[in-house]
């Protein structure tokens, strides 16, 4: 099983949960565009929420930045995403309010963990373990860790 089938709790949350200050500071940028701070609301209460999550793949050229979501199964951010569009995005020098949202499928989902494993081998190697991915992406096992993983787009607001 996974380590990320649960959530992250004690040190690991709080590490994971220590970039969020910076970001409302305004001193996210130093985090470049390997972090995306997330703003949206609780699917139940209603209430903000935040967490700070990796780009797995940045497109400066459309703009659009992709976030995997796969801590805790299917994580909260990622639940309330589906219930309603996120309230504010920073990631580099982006700050998109009420940016767009886009759900990855199972292809494109691949295509952009394959592209991520190539281009960071270090963190993959550290990373994709703890996914339930296995070292070689043709081997079965690596479909059925794509499926337990979960992939949201975002895009600035249409004009």
Known sequence: MPVTDRPPTGLLRWFLRAPIPWYRWGFGKIFGHRLLYLVHRGRKSGARREVVVEVVRHRPDVPELVVIAAWG???????????????????????????????????????????????????WAKIGPRLGFPADPEDPLWTRAVDRVHGVAFLPASR
């Open 73 to 123: 199964g299917v994580p909260q951010w990622y639940r309330n995403l589906r219930a309603a569009p996120a309230i504010e995005v920073r990631c580099g020098g982006y700050l998109w309010r009420e940016p767009r949202r886009r759900f990855l499928d199972g292809d494109e989902l691949d295509e952009v963990l394959r592209e991520y494993r190539r281009a960071h081998p270090r963190a």
